[in-house]
């Protein structure tokens, strides 16, 4: 009897010294995962664009300062006609896509060091290193009428057309009143309707 008694015991002990392994285990098992990934969330949430940020037709007083003090966002363009747009802010990053055309207007809307989270005229976003931007001011042409042309007038509300711009193509604004824009490509100059822009926001005046 006293034997049995002793036995049961022992299977006790070894029952409960294997449940105090096992929570061991757990503990350190979360602690070891809430250090890598809880660090690497707050290390990501520093460097995501913040909400309502995010969009090219936002009014002028919805833009906020950046770190470098400049407006977010901003529009601005590239500089060069070759431009690797990486998954996030550094070289380590694989290369999303490249841009191949000069001068194409994009859109900052977020900042880490001396990278800039882009977004182009299709809403697609990736991070270019800040010397492969320019402050100079261009647009696309009503990107979205495909095959279209959109005119171009001798002045403000002028019915005197100067020229015809096939959708896409990338022009220099010179000047914009908030409702009109002065514009140049190909050889050609004429005010358009700044709604019918991609690079400029409602509303936004430029001299």
């Known amino acids: 009897m006293v034997m049995r008694l002793m ?4 299977k006790m002990k070894r029952r ?7 929570v061991a285990c757990l503990t350190v098992s979360g602690a070891v995962a809430w250090s890598f990934f809880g660090s690497r969330a707050s290390s990501l949430a520093s460097i995501a664009p913040a909400d309502g940020d995010v969009t090219a037709s936002i009014d002028q007083a919805e833009h906020r300062a950046g770190a470098t003090g400049l407006p977010l966002p901003r ?13 996030g802010p550094s070289s380590d990053h694989a290369v999303a896509w490249v841009f191949k055309r000069k001068s194409l207007p994009v859109e900052i809307v977020a900042e880490f060091e001396n990278w800039r989270r882009i977004r182009d005229s299709d809403g697609e976003e990736g991070w270019i290193l800040q010397n492969m931007l320019s402050g100079r001011r261009t647009a696309l042409v ?16 002028s019915e ?17 009143t908030g409702e009109w824009c002065l514009i140049a490509a190909g050889g050609y100059e004429g005010w358009v309707q700044q709604a019918m822009l991609w690079g400029v926001y409602p509303g936004e005046s430029i001299n």
Do not use: D
Request: proline share 4%; aromatic share 8%.
């Open 7 to 10: 036995a049961a015991k022992n």
């Open 75 to 87: 529009f601005v363009s590239l500089k060069a006609e070759k431009v690797n747009v990486r998954r």
């Open 160 to 176: 005197t057309l100067t020229a015809r711009m096939s959708a896409g193509v990338v022009s220099e604004v010179r000047s914009c």
């Open 16 to 22: 409960f010294g294997s449940v105090l392994l096992a």
């Open 142 to 157: 009503a990107p979205w009428r495909h095959e279209q042309t959109i005119p171009l007038y001798a002045g403000v509300g």
